[in-house]
């Protein structure tokens, strides 16, 4: 099936050189897409841009030729002028819990709205998509940047050096290539439910670091004239870039989750370098903001802490958590740490986990331990990191393209 999907995205650009690149129409809205095809058909009217989205949102549609209810002369001019690419799917890797990773090459994608470049990358662009599978639900976890220039300690992801901002097309194309593996463009909720019921941006990458592209994307998923995503489905986790943590209910209007990891300043710049440029009072002075931008909805923020050996596991560290958060509407996930090949931290043993819940619970914070999912292949939480490129590492040094979206 992976096989079928990359045809499609990339036939219509076959015979065209590099000096004559399709654009990829994927990432825009109808308005965007007026825009685009404008120069190229006389006198065009907006229904016809709404008409596309809608195929290829609500539909799937990856090929132009099969938009019916547009003239055989529009399609033939779309076919020679743009594309619609999801990226490359390289691997795919199926975990014995059901869950799937899946590694994207984006370098082809050449969206108009892309924020690097409009030309195809000589080098590969690898990210990585995990979807989890659950009796009464499915999560995607997308990813917002190709690496990631925080540099967490504990997680993998920190350990790959930070190439560029997804754009929204690359943040979009992962729904859509989990959405045609698992065939939910031919579901109707009422009859067959779809497989990706809740989305989260807890991939590769510091999404409000990419927040123009987020705020693409986000509109895109949600549209009612096309995927109509619930909002209250998806999810922005962030480390806490503080500026922008009101701006997930202002404009985002999305749900939110904070990786805290650590319940002092010291600690937490130690291990979550961030945390010297947004410490704690700055951060939760952030997270107030939040929930009074998100009234009268009063949406529960999700705390994620993942839990270190003899790091920020102690009693003391679940009585200060209990205190830095009471008060707010939240729950706690407690995330046992994920090995990954280098790195230093240990997971804390069974008995230090049950502890520090307990003290949580005992406080009256909901909490739970989150199970993990995809440890043998390289999916679980904090273990993500481009497969392919360790060995891309060794001839070759990423140049780091930065993109202000703050």
Avoid at 81 to 96: A, P, R
Avoid at 175 to 197: E, G, L, R
């Amino acid at each position: 099936m992976i096989s079928n999907i990359n045809r499609r995205c990339i036939s219509s650009s076959a015979g065209i050189s590099n000096s004559n690149v399709l654009k990829n129409i994927l990432g825009l809205t109808p308005e965007q897409i007026h825009t685009e095809i404008s120069p190229l058909l006389s006198d065009v009217k907006p229904y016809i841009s709404k008409q596309i989205f809608q195929w290829i949102y609500k539909k799937g549609c990856t090929d132009f030729s099969e938009m019916s209810n547009l003239s055989l002369e529009t399609r033939s001019i779309l076919s020679q002028n743009f594309n619609i690419n999801y990226g490359k799917t390289e691997t795919s890797q199926l975990s014995n819990d059901g869950t799937r990773k899946l590694l994207f090459d984006l370098s082809s994608v050449n969206s108009t709205n892309a924020t690097t470049k409009l030309s195809p990358s000589p080098k590969k662009e690898l990210v990585e998509t995990v979807f989890i599978p659950e009796d009464n639900r499915g999560t995607l976890c997308v990813s917002s940047q190709i690496g990631c220039a925080l540099n967490c300690k504990f997680c993998h992801t920190g350990t790959q050096k930070f190439m560029r901002n997804l754009s929204a097309a690359d943040i979009v194309g992962q729904y859509m290539s989990f959405a045609h593996f698992y065939a939910d463009f031919n579901k109707q909720t009422s009859v067959s439910p779809k497989s990706i019921t809740n989305i989260v941006f807890m991939g590769q990458g510091e999404p409000l670091l990419n927040f123009s592209n987020l705020k693409q994307a986000i509109n895109l998923l949600t549209r009612s004239d096309g995927i109509n995503f619930p909002t209250h489905k998806i999810t922005v986790s962030t480390s806490g870039i503080a500026p922008l943590i009101e701006k997930v209910a202002t404009e985002l209007n999305v749900q939110l989750a904070i990786s805290l990891h650590a319940t002092d300043d010291s600690l937490r710049n130690k291990i979550m370098p961030i945390n010297k440029s947004y410490p704690l009072a700055a951060l939760f002075d952030s997270i107030r903001k939040f929930i009074k931008a998100s009234e009268p909805k009063n949406s529960r923020i999700t705390f994620e802490y993942v839990l270190l050996d003899k790091v920020n596991d102690f009693h003391g560290d679940a009585v200060r958590l209990a205190k830095l958060i009471g008060g707010i509407k939240s729950h706690v996930n407690l995330i046992p740490f994920n090995p990954w090949p280098g790195s230093i931290y240990k997971c804390s043993p069974k008995p230090a986990i049950d502890e520090f819940l307990n003290v949580l619970l005992q406080k009256n914070i909901s909490a739970s331990v989150r199970k993990p999912r995809g440890l043998d292949i390289m999916a679980a939480c904090g273990q993500l990191k481009s497969s392919a490129l360790s060995k891309m590492e060794k001839n070759t040094s990423p140049t780091p393209l930065r993109t202000k979206n703050l």
